[in-house]
């Protein structure tokens, strides 16, 4: 079935308005496919129906939407960089924080955290800081995960991947400390799944309604699908839940310049991070 102009335009202010997806004139085609076999479940005649359904309030008919149109791509320790960092920079420095009484309780969010690989990374990576260390405790980390699609955190919160998923990212040592082989796919183990909170949450609110301060933030791959202006608010809303000299990890495509001014840009080891001003 074919999108027509004024139906694209319809759907795309539609959607930017819910989520803040920003859909270019030549992403046509994905409107078609994404929510062709939708229309046809729904049994809608055109793109134009669906469209006023939708507007009308089916909230079960706007999040299947939302799901759609959310692209899930993930993988485990997507990028390898943000993760050596995590484990080299980030981390030692908040043990050191630790050390020095000036903290107590380390606080983590992974946005747009799909079928929870990202996060699941994230613990893994601090479970292993802290058995090389005995500053900072497992149980004083707490790692928020979220993300808009509820199918998404259904599948996050199994903890249940399949094994061409487990062949992106993770190695072997990874495989055999941290999952239970069960026929054609992987479970991770429960003390990793206990480390991390599962929650829907839009971009579009104000994130202190999850937790007031966070000392990192991963959100990384998202941002590219906003508006510039819709960027410029979100990084503002984000530098106001960090903590004082809080971290920021974005994907290696994604730059602050001409966005933010709240930050300041560090590197190591050939990556990129950012740290609150």
Same mark, same amino acid.
């Given at each position: 079935?074919?999108i027509?102009?004024?139906?694209?335009?319809?759907?795309?202010?539609?959607?930017?308005?819910? $989520?803040?997806?920003?859909?270019?004139?030549? &992403?046509?085609?994905l409107?078609? !496919?994404?929510?062709s076999s939708?229309?046809?479940?729904?049994?809608?005649?055109?793109?134009s129906?669906?469209?006023?359904?939708?507007? $009308?309030?089916d909230?079960?008919l &706007?999040?299947?939407?939302?799901?759609?149109?959310t692209? !899930?791509?993930?993988?485990?320790?997507?990028?390898t960089?943000?993760?050596s960092?995590?484990?080299? &920079?980030?981390?030692?420095s908040?043990a050191?924080?630790?050390?020095?009484g000036? &903290?107590?309780?380390?606080k983590?969010w992974?946005?747009?955290?799909?079928? *929870?690989?990202e #996060?699941?990374?994230?613990?893994?990576?601090? /479970?292993?800081? $802290?058995?090389?260390q005995?500053i900072?405790?497992?149980?004083m980390v707490?790692?928020?995960?979220t993300?808009i699609?509820d199918?998404c955190? %259904?599948? %996050?919160?199994?903890g249940?991947y399949?094994?061409?998923?487990m !062949? /992106? *990212?993770v190695? #072997?040592?990874?495989l055999?400390?941290?999952?239970v082989?069960?026929?054609f796919n992987?479970?991770? !183990?429960?003390?990793? /799944?206990?480390?991390v /909170?599962?929650?829907?949450?839009?971009?579009q609110e104000n994130?202190?309604?999850?937790?007031?301060?966070?000392?990192l933030?991963?959100?990384?791959?998202?941002?590219?699908?906003?508006?510039d202006?819709?960027?410029k *608010?979100?990084?503002?809303?984000l530098?106001r839940?960090l903590s004082?000299?809080?971290?920021?990890v974005i994907g290696?495509?994604?730059t602050?310049? *001409?966005?933010?001014?709240?930050?300041?840009?560090?590197s190591?080891?050939?990556?990129?991070?950012y740290q609150c001003?």
């Amino acid at each position: 079935m074919k999108i027509t102009d004024v139906e694209f335009q319809l759907l795309r202010d539609y959607i930017e308005e819910q $989520c803040g997806i920003c859909l270019n004139k030549d &992403k046509t085609y994905l409107l078609e !496919n994404r929510l062709s076999s939708l229309i046809e479940f729904y049994k809608c005649k055109d793109f134009s129906e669906f469209y006023y359904i939708v507007k $009308c309030g089916d909230r079960e008919l &706007k999040d299947k939407l939302l799901d759609a149109m959310t692209t !899930n791509e993930t993988l485990w320790f997507r990028d390898t960089h943000p993760f050596s960092i995590l484990s080299e &920079k980030i981390l030692p420095s908040f043990a050191q924080a630790v050390k020095e009484g000036k &903290k107590d309780k380390i606080k983590i969010w992974s946005a747009a955290s799909s079928t *929870g690989q990202e #996060p699941y990374s994230i613990a893994i990576t601090v /479970r292993d800081f $802290c058995m090389r260390q005995n500053i900072i405790q497992k149980n004083m980390v707490q790692i928020i995960a979220t993300d808009i699609s509820d199918s998404c955190l %259904a599948k %996050a919160r199994i903890g249940k991947y399949d094994s061409i998923a487990m !062949n /992106r *990212g993770v190695t #072997p040592e990874q495989l055999n400390r941290y999952f239970v082989k069960e026929s054609f796919n992987y479970i991770l !183990n429960q003390e990793i /799944r206990d480390m991390v /909170r599962f929650q829907k949450f839009n971009l579009q609110e104000n994130p202190v309604i999850l937790e007031p301060h966070f000392d990192l933030i991963f959100m990384r791959y998202v941002a590219i699908y906003f508006s510039d202006q819709f960027k410029k *608010g979100l990084y503002s809303r984000l530098a106001r839940v960090l903590s004082p000299k809080g971290f920021l990890v974005i994907g290696a495509v994604e730059t602050l310049r *001409g966005v933010s001014e709240d930050f300041d840009m560090l590197s190591h080891g050939g990556g990129l991070y950012y740290q609150c001003k």
